[in-house]
């Protein structure tokens, strides 16, 4: 009886899926309607990279005529690289065969006399060898971006019958010594066989200009501001996958974690100054809700109107609390607007496909730091902790979530064991969108008697670190002094317990007021 076919991410959404699955645990979708796709094991052929160039394989011919002991041998076959090989290792390239220059072996493969009567190769295309973007990430073993689509499916040279031989490579230019990857000028066409095309003339993409974003798939082609590349057609990894700043007061790292097709939340981090010169700093974190339409988009435009409200409220005096409540009142707005079509041209919105689905929703979570005070904001179920540098001392969780599992707390109707462990612990009750029911800020002012870091986070990462005991326990103890490290291993931690959610940390040092200030 055969299997049904197992998807590996949801054809409507493209949420990463489990084994068994029957529906996406996003978006609903029926899985079981999806036909299985064609039995086909898409490949690219690769040839020996030399001198910083990726050089095609010889084309596959007829053998010369004559009896088969006359017969050249034949040639090294082209390596094929299939990127859902089961083993995940890194592919190996072949050794040049005994006698040939590895430069030279591929050009003259290219080059091979024609026999009368047998197909022309089409021309070759080769690009000087690029380095990848820093921004992408890979799986061990695939040269592709994570989450881009398979490469298409090329010839399979390494199997190609009686493939001929390179000629005596004594005579061959050496290409990879010109200037570009390109042939010395006195290089003469091949003698009696003038109509072989030029593997080098076409078919290939133009090399990008300087600046320019190239593709992390064939390493030659532009990327088109959509974010394919315009050569071989590759999804290229988004900026947002993997995020870090860094200020002298506070740093921030957010990431893709492992199992979601893209990063929802988005983080804003900043410093200004009071009216009396003393600094404040700020860090806002927000996360988009998976199940409403384009919550990357909420997450950002949250993040960043909160953030300019609060450096436009502080200089001008007012006080941090209050300026909090109005920076979660200016994400609130600019969540809202995105249900109207803000963000996107008609055009798009006509033919999303989520359109008809719930507006544009996520969490926020914010931090000030001004005066010696230290003061939250919130919506959802986003969080900040404190975490004194004495770890003595008793770390805390200054918010308190917006979620079924909270309510069901507060009210005495189970413990906090007992609704954490429930399937609906998660479900959110308060958010910033314009299907929200009532928006209700929430802010705290606090004033530490002791210096600390302030831990402002996802549940990506307090999934992993829940109770204040468990934070304290994975942040460095040098976390104050080294910010953006500490963001970096609080993130680590949550994609070695899993990854299943996109996380996001920002950290913000608290030193101690001045003997005399008072302390709470």
């Given amino acids: 009886m055969s299997q049904r076919h197992q998807l590996s991410a949801c054809p409507s959404c493209e949420e990463p899926l489990e084994s068994g699955d029957l529906f996406c645990g996003a978006c609903g979708y029926d899985l079981s309607a999806v036909p299985p796709p064609p039995q086909d094991r898409p490949t690219m052929a690769m040839g020996s990279p030399v001198g910083g160039a990726v050089w095609p394989a010889a084309p596959a011919a007829r053998p010369p005529a004559g009896p088969p002991g006359d017969r050249p041998p034949a040639a090294p076959a082209a390596v094929r690289f299939d990127a859902r090989a089961a083993d995940g290792g890194d592919f190996e390239l072949p050794a040049p065969a005994p006698g040939t220059t590895p430069a030279a072996a591929p050009w003259e493969a290219a080059h091979a006399p024609v026999p009368e009567g047998a197909p022309q190769p089409g021309p070759g295309a080769w690009a000087p060898a690029e380095p990848a973007s820093p921004h992408a990430t890979s799986a061990p073993g695939t040269p592709y971006a994570a989450g881009a689509p398979e490469p298409p499916t090329a010839p399979d040279r390494a199997s190609a019958p009686d493939t001929p031989a390179a000629p005596d490579t004594a005579s061959a230019p050496d290409t990879a010594s010109a200037p570009g990857g390109a042939a010395p000028p006195d290089v003469a066409p091949v003698a009696g066989d003038p109509g072989v095309p030029d593997p080098r003339a076409g078919g290939h993409a133009a090399a990008p200009a300087a600046g320019a974003r190239v593709c992390v798939a064939c390493r030659a082609g532009h990327v088109d501001p959509d974010g394919y590349c315009e050569n071989c057609g590759h999804a290229q990894p988004r900026e ?55 919550p990357d988009e909420a997450s950002a435009a949250a993040a960043a109107a ?53 507006a544009p929703a996520c969490t926020l979570v914010g931090a000030v730091v001004a005066g010696g005070l230290l003061v939250v904001g919130w919506v959802g179920d986003s969080r900040a902790y404190w975490v004194p540098d004495d770890r003595g001392g008793p770390p805390a969780r200054l918010t308190e979530d917006d979620s079924w599992a909270a309510q069901m707390v507060a009210a005495g109707l189970m413990n906090e064991a007992e609704a954490y462990a429930d399937e609906r612990a998660h479900a959110i009750t308060g958010w910033l969108g314009a299907d929200a029911y009532e928006l209700e800020p929430h802010t705290a002012a606090f004033k530490p008697d002791r210096p600390g870091v302030v831990v402002v986070c996802t549940d990506g990462l307090w999934n992993y670190a829940e109770g204040a005991e468990d934070m304290a326990r994975v942040v460095p103890p040098d976390a104050a002094a080294r910010p953006l490290h500490g963001a970096q291993v609080l993130v680590g931690h949550a994609l070695d317990g899993g990854g299943h959610d996109n996380v996001t940390v920002a950290l913000m040092p608290f030193a101690v007021a001045p003997p005399g200030a008072g302390s709470a």
Wanted: proline content about 5%.
């Fill in 306 to 358: 909160a953030n300019e409200s609060l450096l436009a409220s502080l200089p001008r005096g007012t006080h941090p609390q209050a300026a909090m409540h109005e920076a979660i009142v200016a994400a609130s707005e600019a969540v809202n607007a995105l249900a109207d079509g803000g963000g996107q041209d008609a055009g798009a919105m006509e033919h999303d496909p989520h359109r008809h689905q719930n």
């Fill in 240 to 294: 947002r996958d993997h995020m870090e700043e860094e200020l002298g007061a506070v740093a921030a790292v957010s990431d893709r974690g492992l199992r979601h097709h893209r990063n929802e939340d988005a983080f804003a981090v900043s410093s200004t100054a009071l009216p009396d010169g003393s600094p404040a700093v700020v860090a806002i974190v927000c996360d988009g809700v998976s199940s409403a339409t384009r």
